[in-house]
């Protein structure tokens, strides 16, 4: 798969048009709110999850009137959040195979992805207001976190008896699939501005230190909301 998309990627950039009037190449930082959808990480048909900051810096390469290829780096934070009682047999069940009931930490991330445009300003036509687009790609985040295992849990009756919280500082390294999709300001200028959503789905269920499985999707997954600032490179109007 990874020499597949890898290859796919170089033919795309063969195709690099040199002469564009509306060129798309550009830096742009974004930030917004975050979630994570992970085994320990909330209640989520009750809405109950952490909403935490994300950043990110990427850059843009036209490579045809339609295609993009962006490479993207960023942050963001995570928290469990501990909605997880310790008098719950779940939690034990965690325990007692070493994975945590909360944690929380930082994931630092990196992709590179193919955009298409829907209706970019192309030479020759009349320019449109507004540009949608969407991308899929290939990642990596390693994530950084503090977090904690509940042991030797023993309960009665929904009432806890014993057990201790074992806290540890631990990291994990995962390949994830970006997907991205937004809209973006047509200005004819040097500066357009755009709203993002990002989803990033692992490619396993370790990310927040915890791999059995209770949710319904099995991969963890982070959500990103953002708007963006974008800075274009040698734009000719």
């Known amino acids: 798969m990874m020499r597949t998309f890898i290859s796919i990627l170089i033919l795309l950039c063969t195709l ?9 190449d550009h830096i742009s930082i974004g930030i917004g709110p975050s979630m994570l959808y992970g085994d320990n990480a909330g209640e ?9 900051p994300s950043a990110t810096l990427a850059y843009n390469n036209q490579i045809a009137d339609i295609l993009d ?3 993207t780096f960023g942050i963001q934070m995570l928290n469990s959040g501990g909605y997880d009682p310790l008098n719950t047999g779940r939690v034990v069940r965690w325990g007692d195979n070493d994975q945590a ?6 994931a630092y991330f990196g992709d590179i992805m193919s955009v298409v445009n829907f209706n970019p300003n192309i030479p020759g ?3 449109e207001i507004a540009n949608f687009y969407a991308g899929l790609g290939l990642g990596v985040m390693h994530v950084n976190r503090d977090q904690e295992v509940f042991k030797n849990g023993r309960i009665e009756n929904e009432i806890l008896l014993e057990g201790e919280i074992i806290k540890s500082k631990q990291s994990t390294t995962l390949a994830y699939l970006p997907f991205r999709v937004g809209v973006s300001t047509n200005l004819e200028s040097d500066w357009d501005y755009s709203f ?3 989803l990033f789905t692992a490619l396993n269920s370790d990310l927040d230190g915890n791999n059995m499985k209770t949710k319904r999707i ?3 997954m982070m959500g990103q909301f953002q708007i963006v600032i974008k800075r274009y490179f040698g734009r000719s109007w």
Do not use: M, V
């Not at 690099?16 to 798309?24: H, P, V």
């Open 69 to 71: 290829l962006r490479a």
């Open 218 to 220: 099995k991969p963890d």
């Open 101 to 106: 009931f909360d944690f929380k930490g930082n």
């Open 16 to 24: 690099k048009i040199s002469n564009a009037q509306y060129i798309r």
């Open 44 to 52: 989520y048909t009750a809405f109950k999850f952490k909403i935490l």
């Open 125 to 127: 036509r009349a320019g």
């Open 196 to 198: 993002d959503f990002s």
